[in-house]
C-alpha cells in the first residue's frame, strides 16, 4: 500500500520533509481489522500509535464513578489517528477502539521504532512532537471549556 497520500495529510506529520514521510512509513506495519474487532483495550499498556488508512473506527471511554457505563467519545476515519499517547509515556490506554467497519486498514507506529527515528532525525522528532504537544494542548483547553 501506498502511504504517502495518508500521511502526508495526518496533522502530527504537517510540517515533514517528502523524505521524512518515507521513513515514516518504513516504519508502519499494516494491520486489517473486520467489524467490531477491538484495537485497543481501556487500562491495557500501549506501546503504538495507529493512523487509519481505510474504514472507520469507535472511540469508547469507561469512566470509574458513579456512572459506569461506557461512553462512545468520537468516531475516526481516513487520515486521523489514535493511540499517540503512547509514543510520549508508558501509561495505560485512556480508551477502548474498536473496528466500525469490515475491511479497517490501519497503519501501526512501534514506540521503539519511532524513538529510533527521532534519535537518527531531530528535525522530524521535533516536528512531531510540535504537533502532538499542540493537539494535546488544543484538547485540553476543549475539555476545560465544555468540560468534556
Not at 25 to 39: D, K, L, S, Y
Not at 122 to 144: E, Q, T, W
Request: net charge negative; with cysteine; aromatic share 8%.
Amino acid at each position: 500500500m501506498d502511504l504517502w497520500p495518508v500521511l502526508s495529510k495526518v496533522e502530527l506529520f504537517e510540517g515533514l520533509t517528502p523524505p521524512e514521510l518515507t521513513d515514516v512509513a518504513r516504519i508502519c506495519t499494516q494491520r486489517e481489522f473486520r467489524t467490531g474487532q477491538v484495537i485497543t483495550i481501556q487500562g491495557e499498556p500501549g506501546s503504538e500509535l495507529f493512523v487509519i488508512c481505510d474504514g472507520f473506527v469507535e472511540v469508547v471511554v469507561n469512566p470509574s464513578g458513579q456512572n459506569p457505563a461506557p461512553r462512545t467519545v468520537v468516531h475516526l476515519g481516513r487520515g486521523q489517528l489514535f493511540g499517540e499517547m503512547a509514543l510520549v509515556d508508558y501509561g495505560p490506554r485512556s480508551a477502548t477502539v474498536k473496528s466500525i467497519a469490515d475491511h479497517t486498514l490501519i497503519q501501526a507506529i512501534d514506540r521503539d521504532d519511532f524513538n529510533r527515528l527521532c534519535e537518527a532525525n531531530h528535525h522530524l522528532g521535533f516536528i512531531v512532537m510540535r504537533n502532538m504537544a499542540a493537539d494535546l494542548s488544543f484538547k485540553l483547553r476543549h475539555y476545560h471549556l465544555t468540560g468534556r
